[in-house]
């Protein structure tokens, strides 16, 4: 019984592993890919290669009026030292944004309001940031109200937090800490007033529904040159998509190796199965000589093994399965995310245990079988 169950115990924890491995590389891969399109990683940016040429209202305006554009939107983006009303500083990341900025990044609030045309219009001094950075110089997640000064081009201004918004999953920022930037948010036009820069540093756009990206890169291309009487590489146009594609499936080959090197816990749990399989064989010589005394044949010892090493099998399963789901639930519980056991995953690691408890059995059940009936009951 003893080894019985351990062998149960080793099944189990192969399973297990299994399973968890592939439920977090899972998780990580759908969390990464949200984080991802929260930032607008699923469209593409234009950029200017140089200084001198232009990246303005006018070429905005030519980009939304290609076909197949859904949405586009200016960006700045300046480092910066924020600074709260209670003298505490933070480095960060300042988004001069459109109030159409949301249709294309995901900016959800949780208090306050959004940026809208009217503060576009009239290049108000107003911020919106996000749930971590409140938390970081506030010590609270509701900081609408609050004044915050940055430094931008060695101009400092102050600004008035009129929104606090949660981006994405907050995995990235979750997992790097304080390797993860902060994010402030204002109107593009404030950001101009504050820096003295026309030319935008991006433009990000989202593709309609069906439109290939690749084709649309085009369209740009020819219509900026156009415009302006540069050539295409003027421009640099990066398919985002492309690269969220790329880190995707890095993704998914690391949890493939890591789920291959669980895996061998389960041939591990295979070896102890045959392992216990021999030593019983051993210690029931006289129960195997007396059945096949009585007219037991070959078939029905082997049959009786590898029923044994099969049930220890689904029972090591049937536990690592269950064990699997215990400390997911509880390590979603305690990190507030919702992790989603594959069926597929649990039925081919099953599948492969199973297979693999019988096939350790069967050398084990066919030297039951060829044992003689008179030699083990001299034996004993």
């Not at 169950?5 to 990580?28: D, E």
């Not at 809208?116 to 940031?129: E, L």
């Not at 295979?270 to 070959?298: D, F, Q």
């Not at 599948?351 to 030699?375: H, M, T």
Request: proline share 2%.
């Amino acid at each position: 019984k003893g080894r019985s169950l351990l062998t149960v115990l080793g099944v189990a924890i192969g399973v297990c592993s299994v399973i968890i491995i592939n439920s977090i590389g899972s998780y990580g891969t759908y969390a990464v890919n949200n984080e991802l399109d929260s930032l607008g990683m699923g469209g593409l940016t234009v950029a200017a290669q140089t200084s001198d040429i232009p990246l303005s209202e006018s070429e905005l305006d030519a980009i939304k009026n290609i076909d197949g554009v859904k949405s586009a939107t200016p960006v700045y983006m300046e480092t910066s030292k924020a600074v709260s009303g209670f003298g505490k500083s933070e480095n960060a990341i300042v988004w001069g944004i459109d109030s159409n900025a949301k249709n294309i990044v995901s900016l959800q609030p949780m208090y306050g309001r959004e940026i809208n045309k009217s503060d576009i219009r009239n290049n108000s001094n107003i911020c919106m940031v996000d749930q971590a950075f409140a938390r970081q110089m506030y010590g609270k997640d509701n900081v609408v109200g609050h004044n915050l000064t940055v430094t931008l081009q060695g101009n400092t201004e102050q600004l008035t937090i009129v929104g606090v918004i949660k981006t994405g999953s907050g995995l990235l920022q979750a997992a790097m800490g304080s390797y993860m930037p902060n994010f402030i948010y204002i109107p593009y036009t404030t950001m101009q007033c504050f820096t003295g820069l026309s030319n935008y540093n991006q433009i990000i756009t989202k593709a309609s529904d069906g439109i290939s990206l690749t084709s649309l890169t085009d369209k740009i291309e020819r219509k900026l040159s156009i415009i302006n009487g540069t050539d295409k590489s003027s421009y640099t146009i990066t398919n985002l998509a492309q690269q969220k594609e790329s880190l995707t499936k890095i993704l998914s080959i690391v949890t493939t190796i890591l789920s291959a090197v669980g895996a061998v816990s389960l041939i591990v749990a295979g070896l102890s199965i045959m392992t216990v399989m021999l030593v019983s064989v051993g210690e029931r010589k006289r129960e195997i000589g007396i059945k096949k005394s009585i007219g037991a044949g070959k078939f029905v010892i082997v049959r009786e093994f590898l029923s044994e090493a099969l049930m220890l099998s689904v029972i090591g399963c049937i536990s690592g399965i269950a064990i699997a789901y215990t400390l997911v639930f509880v390590a979603g519980k305690l990190m507030n995310v919702t992790i989603i056991i594959d069926t597929l995953t649990i039925a081919v690691t099953c599948l492969f245990s199973i297979v693999s408890g019988v096939v350790f059995g069967v050398y084990p059940a066919l030297k039951a079988a060829k044992l003689r009936p008179a030699e083990t009951l001299r034996a004993l």
